[in-house]
């Protein structure tokens, strides 16, 4: 079956965060993370199916479900995992929040490399831990991660690394090698691990997604990995992710850090996953080659702009974009005033780039692109 990306769906009456932000202003909401497509029609009818039977008591994760994540992971990445390393959580952030809250102790601090997901730098003060931000390296062919300093630091009070693999907002997929010197500088410094890997299922060109936690049984021993449908199947209203900890000690930990806090997950949040990842690998596909085609339609109307530079995206529908040559005081207020609302890049700790979701609708693109041109001034 045909699915219709280009449809443009009115979300304003549906109290969603990203258009209400703009309601009853001419500003396209290009933020937060999630896209503007209807999810996919399994999806939708698994949820229609639950909502008939019209009993919503407590429910436990469908024993389907945890059989498809098993597989999925073995199919994908040769990672075999058993049921009971898998804990459903009705979100990803909370999971960041107690990796920090149950894996370090009151004196040691977090590490992440930034510009990166704000959560990440809010998640240690928030359960009083210290964090260590280490900005990525910007060399002439993209972003590397910052190795030589994760390094440096590691061997300070920290005591564990957050990772965010594929990299929001900088869309980079991090490579073999990379991760690879990443956990052995956990390994040799003694650092947890909490690798939320949400975007895992966004990946362009043929690349080729590598859980941290499978680069050795090591790294696996040492690792907290967070998943979701939820960013890939537009589902993340619905509230369900799941964190695979294979090792016993550290998942006990990890749990104990919820415990009386952390709510069950949604019943309506397990059908969706299951429906997600079960039956619409087409609906998938789909949607990476839209989803590419996006991209590439930005890169090259966005590099053609004056002071406008677009990094490749390798993963996620999110593109970040550096406009310090543009030498704006208040970038986020002028895109706003012409009609462009993106996430401001300080919030994810790089105040010279915006961050710009082409989730969308191929129009609502060019209508982007149109409204960029008029704002820079290009005829
Ligand atoms: C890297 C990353 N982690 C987590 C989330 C949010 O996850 P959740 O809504 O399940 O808390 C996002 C949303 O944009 C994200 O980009």
Same mark, same amino acid.
């Given at each position: ?142 972003? %590397?991660? @910052? +190795? ?5 630091? &590691? !061997?300070?009070?920290?005591?564990? =690394? $957050? ?45 080729? %997604?590598? @859980? +941290? ?5 090591? &790294? !696996?021993?040492?690792?907290?990995? =967070? $998943? ?62 839209? =989803? ?63 961050? =710009? ?23």
């Amino acid at each position: 079956m045909k699915i219709d990306f280009d449809r443009v769906i009115d979300r304003s009456a549906s109290h969603c965060t990203k258009f209400e932000k703009y309601a009853g202003q001419d500003i396209l909401p290009l933020w937060v993370a999630d896209m503007d497509f209807q999810s996919p029609i399994a999806v939708i009818e698994a949820l229609q199916r639950r909502v008939e039977h019209g009993v919503f008591g407590y429910t436990l994760p469908p024993p389907a479900l945890i059989d498809v994540i098993i597989e999925r992971l073995q199919r994908l990445y040769q990672w075999r995992v058993e049921a009971e390393d898998i804990f459903f959580m009705p979100g990803v952030v909370s999971g960041l929040n107690m990796a920090c809250r149950g894996l370090l102790e009151q004196h040691q601090a977090a590490i992440t490399a930034t510009p990166v997901y704000y959560p990440f730098l809010d998640a240690p003060s928030l359960q009083q831990r210290q964090l260590i931000s280490l900005p990525v390296d910007k060399r002439a062919d993209g972003f %590397h991660y @910052p +190795l030589e300093a994760l390094a440096e630091q &590691a !061997a300070g009070n920290a005591g564990l =690394l $957050m990772l965010c693999h594929p990299f929001n907002p900088i869309g980079r997929l991090l490579d073999r090698a990379e991760l690879t010197e990443i956990a052995a500088i956990c390994e040799r410094e003694n650092l947890w691990i909490c690798s939320d890997e949400v975007h895992c299922d966004l990946v362009f060109d043929g690349r080729q %997604h590598i @859980p +941290l936690a499978t680069i050795s049984p090591a &790294a !696996a021993m040492r690792t907290v990995t =967070l $998943m979701a449908p939820s960013k890939t199947f537009n589902i993340a209203g619905l509230g369900g992710s799941f964190a695979i900890i294979q090792n016993p000690e550290l998942r006990a930990r990890f749990k104990a850090a919820g415990e009386g806090i952390l709510p069950n997950v949604n019943l309506l949040a397990y059908e969706a996953m299951l429906a997600a990842y079960r039956d619409s690998a087409d609906w998938h596909e789909s949607l990476m080659t839209y =989803l590419q085609g996006n991209r590439d339609y930005l890169y090259s109307a966005l590099n053609a702009l004056p002071g406008v530079t677009m990094h490749k995206v390798e993963a996620t529908y999110l593109a970040w974009l550096d406009v310090s040559a543009l030498g704006l005081n208040n970038p986020p207020g002028f895109f706003e005033s012409h009609g462009l609302g993106m996430s401001p890049g300080a919030q994810f700790g790089d105040g010279d780039y915006m961050r =710009l979701n082409f989730g969308c609708p191929r129009s609502v693109l060019e209508e982007t692109v149109a409204r960029f041109r008029r704002a820079l001034k290009v005829s």
